[in-house]
């Protein structure tokens, strides 16, 4: 049972399945209702509000700035209504609860099942709703409280965000095994570029740092591959065919194979990784969340390295 009808107005979630799925007619199929009832709700609550909360784009409905203001106010409420619900089955005594977490491609492979397993041991039906995508979006959806929390690298700082934890984590370059960078002791990111390089695609934290380091050197860049998957890049590496750049997360069972070597970058400047832990700022979180979180927050110091 769907307890929001209670809580919400016909109108607001309309408003909130049209800005989900981009037009009236794929809400209106969703909700299984039809679509002149939810033009009519969208057409009053913006005569109520007084301004457009969608801009007509060719045949999709595109959210206005009103129009955001709005759908981050409906998801917070409806968030905190959920977490309201389950504490109360909570004190019925009912085993249940739903987190939700927002994280990058190399926690999800190297930290998070280790974290999962434990917690699943101690709380078996807490259900548990990861997201894996690039670290900018976890800070946005963590802002717009699509998720309870995130574990990402290099998060922003925001009057939305509070970052509960953080570990440097340091940058390094990665090489098969038998590459000859993996001979040396000390690795500068110049020496990496007498060789063809994989870098991460734009909008992955690495690549940020990477790019802020690469304007400083003079040598000419070879780019013999760019991909948003880490999982991809090391790949790639692990072949042979070039140099790539990460932290030590998400390499430990090459490393420990010599399939890969990992050379912290030793030029004078070159910034570690942060790995955080995020929430929305003045958010409480609700219990099954705030349980994992906990949980999260007395493991994560252990991957920081140095190595």
């Not at 609550?45 to 801009?55: H, I, N, P, S, W």
């Not at 595109?62 to 909570?90: K, M, N, P, W």
Request: charged share 25%; with cysteine.
């Amino acid at each position: 049972m769907d307890r929001t009808h209670f809580l919400y107005s016909a109108a607001l979630r309309y408003f909130a399945a049209v800005a989900e799925f981009g037009s009236i007619r794929a809400a209106a199929r969703n909700l299984n209702i039809a679509s002149s009832a939810v033009n009519r709700q969208i057409l009053w609550l913006e005569d109520a509000l007084g301004v457009q909360v969608f801009e007509r784009i060719g045949r999709r409905l595109q959210l206005s700035a009103a129009g955001t203001i709005l759908l981050r106010h409906v998801r917070e409420t409806l968030t905190g209504f959920e977490a309201a619900v389950e504490e109360i089955d909570a004190l019925r005594g009912l085993q249940r609860g739903t987190v939700k977490i927002a994280t990058v491609e190399s926690i999800s492979e190297a930290i998070l099942p280790d974290i999962i397993g434990r917690f699943r041991r101690r709380y078996p039906d807490i259900h548990l709703d990861i997201t894996v995508i690039s670290a900018d979006r976890v800070a946005r959806i963590v802002e717009d409280a699509e998720a309870d929390m995130g574990i990402t690298f290099n998060p922003k700082k925001s009057d939305f965000l509070e970052i509960t934890s953080h570990q440097s984590v340091p940058l390094g370059a990665v090489v098969a095994g038998d590459h000859p960078l993996a001979e040396k002791d000390a690795v500068t990111l110049a020496d990496c570029l007498d060789y063809p390089v994989a870098l991460p695609g734009r909008g992955l934290s690495i690549r940020t740092s990477l790019d802020r380091a690469l304007t400083h050197i003079a040598k000419p860049l070879k780019v013999y591959l760019e991909a948003n998957s880490l999982r991809l890049l090391k790949s790639v590496v692990r072949e042979g065919a070039c140099v790539g750049f990460q932290t030590a997360i998400g390499l430990e069972y090459d490393l420990a194979r010599g399939e890969l070597a990992f050379r912290k970058l030793a030029d004078s400047g070159m910034p570690d990784e942060t790995l955080a832990v995020i929430c929305r700022s003045g958010r409480d979180l609700s219990l099954a969340p705030a349980v994992f979180f906990d949980h999260v927050l007395s493991r994560i110091d252990r991957y920081s390295t140095g190595n």
